[in-house]
């Protein structure tokens, strides 16, 4: 049985006519005689409807029940897709993650995919159904509703995919694709035809957009191919899979940015064994996710630490900060919310040692100072001024030939 | 275990600030020492709205999806409710109908409970929790979705009260009780202290909307004691329970008055066995719903028959009569919206033989035509113009002086 698992979110179903577009762009896939798992998304903004709901009754309403309130948003949509679909005449079925079998752990709000349980599944798909499948939720083993965090659709799908041995996996958006650098920023961007596993987790990690990051990690563990592409028009996207199914190799396969982080500073810390693990353990179990960590060399006993987190961790971050700065008997704390980070991503710098340089310079040439560094064998990151993004973004992508598709054979 | 069951619907549950104030009605009870399983409705007018939703899709979605898109307007309330239990210091946990074990057939849109299962309730409620559960829906054997359709909430509180043995179910809505008259039309209608199951059966099947006609069976088969009183204040409702329970037994419950039905006439039917059955087999096998039936003594072979039904099966109902009049070579059909159907319920009339002339001289001193008549052992029904309605209604209150509680001693 060939299977095709799509998923569609976010502006894919902003509407009841949305809603139907979907149902025929399905329809398409169905006639081609595959078949098709589809999994969605809530309508437009009705997550933000039922958060909104939520905090007029509580500030923090437990995350239990959080899950059962937002998990209905999907459960809607399900249900008007499969309506959809009997419309123009495709068998269809709805269920909920509970009802096909996705069971998570019992972390709330950010729960983990431990298992799909394939057989109601197969069952519909035998008798010629096509089965929709809410996203973004499932069910904890002792029966409790669990959603997956922000962007979970994405993981839902490939879950699914790696579950039924599908094909691929297809993401469908309103963007047509994964881009050498943001097309908004960079109007000579290029829309990549391959990107490897390990690429794609770079640049998601380092800001593009398109796929959530777990979604891209299950799919490199289970080798699902995943195909991202418009749903507003019938081109090909972009194909994410292991890099020897590539033809051609490219140095770099894009520029990425992220201006939703924030940078904390630590100064005069007593440079003691143990003192980066207290401050980095006492974060952690706040939960707050650190991205980049710099550590100067220390002069006279003392060293400075800075790290950025997620603006949305920050106060958190900041007052933890303070509290460890006391403890330590440091100099004090800054906070900066005015940078932004550009990240060079490409499997091909393993072996092209200048590539950092080049980076370096491309900004320094445009007079954009670096305030941070961070280095992987397949990405370069630097921080800089948050008003700087655009023109770094810009010099970079021009700097290595992206908007040509420089490559070199493998 | 001291356990009392409270539903809360309709306008109970309106928007966010009556939520928060079923929260605290709710901890009253629990404050006394009860514990309390809560079912509620779906927020205001959420079914509507999905509804309208799946209406934008489809003339006729399928019912099974239906179910799907209808059980998320009290999955949302329920959370909802759990949060604002948490939020005033009270341990509470929510869950759907498929969680809680409220098994039910495969008639979507109008499943009929077959078992609950009260282990996972049972647990909550040891611990100290409030139980809140979602109303009008189950879960069938083959794990689909269901709902008990409109009104179903009641259904649930009286089983979940049925099954976990509560010392009493609370319904609580906009309204003080069961009254002997509809107090919008009598503004001398009394609330009844207590009614029988049989009486209340008698009056939610002419026209009382205080109960569904369902709950009451239900409560009656299994024995459970239901109060009906309002959410916004604190006085004793009405109580429905065994007739032996009471001190006094009235001769009259109450009068009540149904404004939502048509009559459907077919002329000069020829007069032969089985014409009948085979008019209402075909009647029943549109699932169309037959109130009352009168067939007039035929003259020359022929005969008139005449039945009511709700307003909603109205075209459909007159679609078949005109086929079953072709095929019987009757004279024709006639449809008539403008009716009302005015009925007096009382157990007390199966020992006095003058109730059924009284009501009739009612409404003769009146100037009220009667068309139809029917009987049971504790239930007068007449079907009038339904302009004459509110008339009917005042004139056999006051005939029977159900304004002064006239009673007799058992």
């Not at 976010?10 to 006519?17: H, K, L, N, Y």
């Not at 078949?35 to 933000?48: E, K, M």
């Not at 990405?379 to 023109?391: G, H, Q």
Request: charged share 25%; net charge negative.
């Amino acid at each position: 049985m060939n299977i095709i698992v799509q998923k569609f979110g976010g502006t894919s179903v902003a509407d009841i006519e949305r809603i139907k577009n979907v149902a025929r762009r399905v329809s398409e896939t169905r006639e081609k005689g595959d078949h098709v798992v589809v999994v969605i998304s809530a309508l437009g903004d009705t997550t933000d409807q039922l958060v909104r709901l939520a905090r007029e009754i509580s500030d923090s309403p437990r995350e239990r029940e959080m899950d059962m309130l937002l998990a209905t948003g999907e459960q809607i949509s399900v249900a008007l897709l499969s309506m959809a679909m009997h419309e123009l005449g495709y068998e269809a079925i709805s269920f909920t993650g509970a009802q096909v079998g996705i069971v998570t752990d019992s972390a709330h709000t950010k729960a983990k995919i431990l298992d799909v349980k394939v057989g109601r599944m197969l069952e519909e798909l035998d008798k010629g159904s096509i089965v929709i499948v809410a996203g973004f939720q499932g069910v904890s083993l002792d029966d409790q509703i669990t959603t997956l965090g922000r962007g979970g659709s994405d993981t839902t799908a490939v879950a699914l995919a790696a579950a039924l041995g599908a094909d691929v996996c297809e993401i469908f958006s309103d963007v047509d694709g994964v881009f050498t650098a943001d097309p908004r920023i960079v109007s000579e961007a290029r829309k990549l035809a391959h990107i490897s596993y390990e690429e794609m987790l770079e640049m998601a990690a380092t800001g593009a957009k398109v796929l959530q990051l777990r979604s891209v990690e299950f799919a490199r563990n289970y080798g699902v191919v995943i195909h991202v592409r418009s749903s507003f028009s019938q081109e090909e996207g972009t194909w994410i899979s292991e890099s020897d199914e590539r033809m051609e190799k490219a140095i770099i396969s894009g520029v990425t940015h992220e201006t939703e982080e924030a940078k904390v500073t630590i100064f005069e810390v007593p440079d003691r064994p143990g003192v980066a693990a207290r401050l980095f353990q006492a974060l952690a179990g706040e939960n707050i996710n650190v991205d980049m960590i710099i550590q100067n060399v220390s002069e006279d006993q003392k060293t400075d630490i800075s790290f950025t987190v997620g603006q949305e961790d920050l106060s958190k971050a900041a007052r933890i900060s303070e509290r460890m700065a006391g403890e330590l008997e440091a100099g004090g704390v800054v906070v900066d919310e005015e940078i932004a980070k550009v990240s060079l991503v490409g499997a091909g710098m393993r072996t092209h040692p200048g590539v950092a340089a080049d980076m370096f310079s491309a900004l320094a040439e445009n007079g954009i100072n670096i305030e941070m560094i961070s280095t992987s064998t397949i990405k370069i990151s630097c921080v800089i001024r948050a008003e700087d993004v655009k023109k770094a973004v810009r010099a970079i992508h021009a700097k290595f030939g992206l908007d040509k598709g420089v490559v070199m054979r493998s």
